[in-house]
């Protein structure tokens, strides 16, 4: 790990000072919010590719900023497939226009998806306050 951030000193030297912070598992963990376990499982998944020293993961700005993103997709209700797919097309258009073509594409779907799951729920809502309702007028006409 020292030989790595000697090197990266040197890297950093050489841009004129500007530092490109380099992460640990556990220091990434905790600006996250999440646990080491997490993104060692998104690593055995593919979607973040951590550089190593020795058997150390040492995580640059852009797996921080991946790792941001499957959360984020994570917490939109996307599956890892999705969001991995999603991921590699940064690696694959530089022009970002696929990538933004899929994106609106993905959104789309997630956004009809949940609009069936609300009609749902508001429908077993309904259903449910109609037995709640039933239910205390019952119990009345039992203590009559």
Do not use: W
Not at 64 to 73: D, E, K, N, S, T
Not at 88 to 103: E, F, G, M, S
Not at 104 to 115: D, E, F, G, P, Y
Request: hydrophobic share 40%; charged share 25%.
């Amino acid at each position: 790990m020292a030989a790595l951030h000697a090197r990266h000193e040197q890297e950093v030297a050489s841009s004129g000072g500007v530092s490109h912070a380099l992460y640990s598992v556990s220091q990434l963990a905790r600006q996250l919010g999440v646990t080491a376990r997490t993104i060692r499982f998104y690593e055995d998944k593919g979607l973040v590719n951590p550089s190593r020293a020795g058997t150390t993961r040492v995580y640059t700005p852009r797996d921080r900023a991946r790792l941001m993103l499957i959360l984020r997709g994570k917490r939109l209700g996307f599956s890892l497939r999705e969001i991995k797919d999603y991921l590699d097309l940064y690696d694959i258009d530089p022009t970002q226009h696929t990538q933004v073509r899929v994106l609106l594409a993905s959104v789309r779907k997630r956004i009809a998806k949940l609009q069936e799951q609300r009609a749902a729920l508001e429908q077993s809502l309904a259903e449910l306050g109609d037995i709640e309702r039933q239910a205390e007028i019952a119990i009345q006409n039992l203590q009559k």
